[in-house]
């Protein structure tokens, strides 16, 4: 059965079959109270709170365990931390290849974690799904919430688009609108239908932005930057060619400082395996000196454009007790070595990605989760099994 079989399949299994949310953990501390979670085939305990999943558990494959320890565990201190966790992903966060629900890493981690939780995830899903499909419709990150968003997206841009000019880009941006959505609180954000200074027609679009098909139209609101050297977050859609999208500039303080494009010009389509054909991509405008600022967006050519919000973080979120808080894996490795190459590729954006936002005041950290899978922790080349998924849920668990 080739990969793209695999996925396409997983998908079928994913609209009947769902599965228990994710939790996070971390390796006890000596004398501190834990809570454990058990992972083996066909059993273990479930998490205590609220779960929606999306998702599928798939077939089983050879189980190897590669860990000397069968538990993930989270410290009392750790876990009075986080009220609750969402858990956005692919097939691989939503159990596929794993025995039995409660044996997916996602579950592993939440019932550790012992908090509410959901899990939304598809199979097949790349980023631009994700972001499009579950993040924006679902995420309100807000200040003192205690607010645990996990990530492990990707495999499915690496198999399915690869290397080619523009997949990692699009990827990237992608990935982008969806952690600076999930890590700016909601008082740092101005959502674009909140906007009241406007010129032109301009209509609600999707559940936080507003849009226009006008050239000419403008919105113009005020930031202010409490901290200096941040940077401006523009989270806008793109489209696919075709799709008639617009574009805009952006003024700061009176003086234009960049372009947006509503037609994705990364020089690769979005057209995902999922059938997403438009996403929300983020730009990051400087801002220099500390103090009030003045924006401004004026579309300049016909077509569709949407402004979905607007921000600059007002705080070091990492040190903030209560702030949004995402834990990113790294994309996983596979049973295919040129498959690797790619990842490799892909996993190099990502660290500079999350580097930018971490300097911007973003708590966004990665999981190391690239090398933990060993070829005995696979049940196909994508997925982990049993052992491969005590793994996953082992790393993010060490890295909270």
Known sequence: MSLRTIIRTALIVASVV????????????????????????????????????????????????????????????QQGKIAGVTNFGDSITAGWGSSAPQ??????LDTAIDRPQENLSRPGDQAADMARQWVYPNATPSLGSAQLYTVLIGTNDAYLCGAAS??????????????????????????????????GEWTP????????????????????????????????RVFDTGAGGGAATVSVDGVPVASLSATVSTGHAIDTENGTSDTIFVASIPLGEAGPHSITLTTTTPGFFSLQWAG?????????????????GAITGTGSAALNATVNQYNAQLALLVAGFAANGLNIQIAPTANVLQPGDFSDELHPNDAGHLLLAQTFAASL
Do not use: E
Request: aromatic letters at 4%; hydrophobic letters at 40%; charged letters at 5%.
């Open 18 to 77: 769902g599965i228990l949310g994710c939790a996070n953990g971390v390796a006890p501390l000596a004398s501190v109270p834990v809570v454990t979670a058990t992972g083996s085939a066909g059993s273990g305990t479930t998490g205590t709170g609220t779960t929606s999943a999306t998702g599928s558990t798939g077939s089983t494959g050879p189980q190897s365990s590669t860990s000397a320890s069968s538990t993930v565990t989270v410290d009392a201190a």
């Open 103 to 108: 044996d997916a890493y996602a579950a592993l």
């Open 166 to 199: 523009g997949c990692v880009a699009n990827w990237q941006q992608s990935l982008a609108g969806s952690l600076a959505w999930l890590a700016v609180p909601a008082s740092d954000k101005v959502l674009g239908q909140n906007i009241a200074q406007q010129t």
């Open 205 to 236: 679009d999707l559940k936080t932005g507003i849009a226009t098909t006008a050239a000419g139209a403008s919105l113009s609101f005020a930031v202010q930057q409490a901290v200096p050297g941040r940077s401006l977050y523009l989270a806008y």
């Open 312 to 328: 600059v973080p007002s705080g070091d979120y990492a040190s903030l007790a209560g702030a949004p808080r995402v834990l990113i």
